[in-house]
């Protein structure tokens, strides 16, 4: 792991010194000019009486996570406990840089498939719900191979992309867990995906959600990098983007590729290295984060 680590971070330096040499003589790196969330600065979720926030959020249908599906499903920091804990450590990195640069909307993606982005995604905002003061909505938009309400457990028949679409209200495709994490799944592939996420009523529908929920987390279940341009075409709707790698698959070459690639369009806040199983001994869960 360790070398694993070092590898990336040391190509990370090179590269970041490239760019500062070449910035001197053309232009910088392109990057959002400004976080997404300033784009929404005319909804102005934040002056709306916490009263209206709290009644939307509980008027969506209650979803109570079955340990077991959890469990299958891989998602372990439903409950706090050493299991959790790298997780628990991400969720706390995650959230200073995302106060420090006022960022609300997280992309998370993978180099190619089998990363165990979704896994991240959900132990994330199940870790993110223990903190009480914090509202935490999930957006699968992964449209081509939802996974999201198999993992878990849902049986409604949601589709969030046709809210993405413009054609349906949020609330009609949305669940919530206890008065803080809500889910927007899909049980059936989308049509179009790239031309969907790409599309300009797309950035429009996530104002609109963040001028109804004014959630604090927005987390985006992103496809592979590899599976086509879906996520970059949508990386301009989010401030920032974490990529989840797989120990033992996931080789460094790609790894760096594909930061390089979300570097050019957003901000990236780190890399989680998934399925590690060369930790300490003391330590008995599997996932590092750095």
């Not at 998602?75 to 640069?101: C, I, W, Y």
Request: charged letters at 25%; one cysteine or more.
């Amino acid at each position: 792991m360790e070398r694993i680590q070092s590898a990336i971070q040391k190509a990370r330096a090179a590269r970041e010194r490239q760019q500062a040499g070449g910035a001197k003589q053309d232009e910088a790196v392109p990057r959002s000019a400004a976080p997404v969330a300033a784009l929404a600065e005319a909804a102005a979720p934040q002056a709306r009486p916490a009263e209206e926030i709290s009644a939307a959020w509980m008027a969506l249908p209650a979803y109570a996570p079955q340990p077991r599906q959890l469990e299958k499903s891989r998602v372990v920091s439903f409950e706090p406990g050493p299991k959790s804990t790298p997780f628990d450590v991400a969720r706390t990195r995650l959230l200073k840089q995302m106060r420090a640069n006022d960022w609300r909307r997280i992309a998370i993606t993978s180099p190619g498939p089998g990363c165990g982005k979704t896994m991240t995604t959900l132990n994330l905002a199940f870790s993110l719900a223990r903190q009480s003061e914090i509202r935490t909505l999930v957006i699968e938009a992964d449209l081509r191979r939802p996974a999201l309400a198999k993992a878990l457990g849902l049986k409604a028949h949601h589709s969030f992309s046709t809210v993405l679409e413009g054609a349906s209200q949020a609330r009609d495709h949305m669940v919530r867990h206890g008065p803080n994490l809500a889910f927007g799944t899909n049980y059936l592939p989308a049509k179009n995906a790239a031309e969907l996420l790409q599309s300009a009523r797309v950035a429009e529908v996530l104002d609109e959600i963040e001028a109804e929920y004014a959630p604090d987390v927005m987390l985006f279940d992103m496809p592979p990098l590899q599976a086509g341009d879906d996520t970059l075409g949508f990386l301009d709707k989010v401030d920032a983007a974490l990529l989840v790698a797989a120990a033992g698959s996931t080789t460094i070459e790609q790894v760096d590729l594909a930061e390089q690639e979300l570097a050019a369009q957003t901000n990236v806040v780190g890399v989680v290295l998934n399925k590690c199983r060369y930790l300490d001994r003391d330590q008995d869960y599997g996932y590092g984060y750095y």
